[in-house]
């Protein structure tokens, strides 16, 4: 059971990845089968993100967190508000087409240029058939300036009907050995455990005395080392290899995907490492 005030929920479904906050507390509330509040509204100081309320009375609180750069979050945004995608309503354009760029582009700069590419290269009958990687090697004219602002696919589809002069432009994607690399897993999180942004949230949740647990729930986007993101998709059973290293006082920690949720992984002091979705203790 899940409780958020107004300004809560209203703030946190204006980040990048939408109301992660609640997506969160709901994981937490499905695996304790307890009621989960979120309480942070910015107006007092020193408020963890949760609260959770035991039947026997306890109480826990945690700290929610994404781990992203800018560039990733603010392409994030952009895409979930569909600020990739570009229309012309030029009466010559007949083709429909996708564009690929990495989060790193400088999206303004662009566009400014990309209608004028893409009409020279309707012009030029320029079609790449297919959105795989500009070869320079066999790339016309017009794919190879996309290249040097920053395009990395191209593609066009020559009777689109209505959705012709529609560019679709999505985010660079990520991908990796489908094998395991449990050392590199280990390396990140230990290492982001030890680092800044984990410090500020146990400065915070180590700030309250009258609680009995303290949780931390990280969400991990796609800027994260490929090998973290292949063991948290869902054919994966494996775990993280050793315990994390959490200061003294922080009871409970959690990792979950912010941009495509997988697996939820939680580590707890009386279980260990599991994945969430196999001990659901409620719906």
Request: negative net charge; glycine residues 8%; aromatic residues 8%.
């Amino acid at each position: 059971m899940i409780f958020a005030g107004e300004a809560v929920a209203r703030r946190d479904a204006q980040g990048p990845y939408g109301d992660f906050e609640y997506r969160a507390a709901r994981v937490v509330a499905r695996a304790t089968g307890e009621r989960v509040v979120l309480q942070d509204d910015n107006l007092r100081p020193r408020t963890p993100d949760l609260r959770i309320e035991y039947a026997d009375g306890r109480r826990g609180v945690g700290e929610i967190v994404t781990v992203t750069d800018g560039q990733r979050a603010a392409e994030s945004a952009a895409f979930a508000d569909g600020g990739l995608d570009l229309q012309i309503n030029a009466l010559q354009w007949q083709w429909q087409w996708w564009v690929t760029a990495p989060a790193s582009v400088d999206r303004r700069q662009l566009q400014a240029s990309l209608i004028e590419v893409l009409a020279q290269m309707e012009t030029d009958n320029e079609r790449p058939l297919t959105l795989t990687p500009i070869d320079p090697a066999t790339a016309g004219p017009g794919a190879l300036k996309l290249l040097s602002l920053g395009v990395t696919e191209v593609a066009a589809n020559s009777a689109p009907g209505e959705r012709r002069g529609h560019v679709h432009w999505q985010p660079e994607g990520i991908g990796g050995e489908l094998g395991l690399d449990l050392a590199s897993v280990d390396r990140w999180l230990q290492g982001f455990l030890r680092g800044p942004l984990a410090a500020k949230k146990f400065v915070k949740l180590m700030a309250l005395t009258d609680v009995s647990e303290r949780h931390l729930f990280v969400g991990v986007s796609w800027s994260v080392p490929w090998a973290f993101i292949r063991l948290l998709e869902l054919d994966v059973d494996a775990l993280p290899p050793r315990p994390p290293c959490l200061p003294a006082g922080i009871s409970h920690l959690w990792i979950w995907g912010c941009e495509l949720p997988d697996r939820a992984l939680a580590r707890w002091p009386d279980r260990g490492w599991f994945d969430v979705a196999r001990r659901w203790a409620t719906d």
